[in-house]
């Protein structure tokens, strides 16, 4: 990503949360640590990333819009097709204060499967409306890993969040740090949730 990066001319800091516990894996409560750290740092645009995914052209500009952006609309595992119109997952710029509005990702997605579309809602539900560059300059490939197990209550949760995104996010995340390493380009964050 530094190469990448570097040729955009940009100002940057990349944050990498690893959680460090047996508890399921929580993608959602790990960018919500991520933000609060880039927020901290006075960072006014975040790029939440997944970290499976590197992007393909140079022009995908890794900064914010007015609204905000799906960057991974084209991603080479889906045959660089969008799967769905409301899809935010992947790789999405959104200005800080944007993200606090909609108070960040839910906290009770465990597994695989949801926090995104949760997210989407989000989203909507501030009226901001998610834009994307046309398709070739939003390729990406993805690394093959093992799938995180689906989380078979996203559906419900789903369902549960809509009018309660003000009490679930960015202002109830709960976690122990057990490590921070930073260097000139990005931070590694060791977490307890």
Known sequence: MHNFLRKQGIHYSI????????????????????????????????????????????????ACLHEPRHMSASIDKFRYVLTYDYLVGGALAIQTEQYISVNGFSNRFEGWGG???????????????????????????????????????????????????HKDGLNSVEYAIKSVKRNRLFTIIGVKL
């Open 15 to 62: 944050y990498v949360i690893e959680q460090q516990d047996d508890k399921p894996w929580n993608k959602g409560l790990l960018y919500n640590i991520g933000a609060k750290q880039a927020i901290a740092d006075q960072f006014p645009c975040l790029i939440l990333h997944d970290i499976d995914l590197l992007p393909l052209d140079v022009g995908n500009l890794y």
């Open 115 to 165: 926090e995104d579309d949760d997210f989407a809602g989000r989203i909507a539900s501030k009226n901001l409306k998610v834009l994307r560059f046309p398709r070739e300059l939003s390729r990406y490939t993805m690394m093959l890993h093992r799938q995180e197990q689906k989380n078979k209550d996203r559906g419900r949760i789903m369902t549960e969040n809509k009018m309660h995104y």
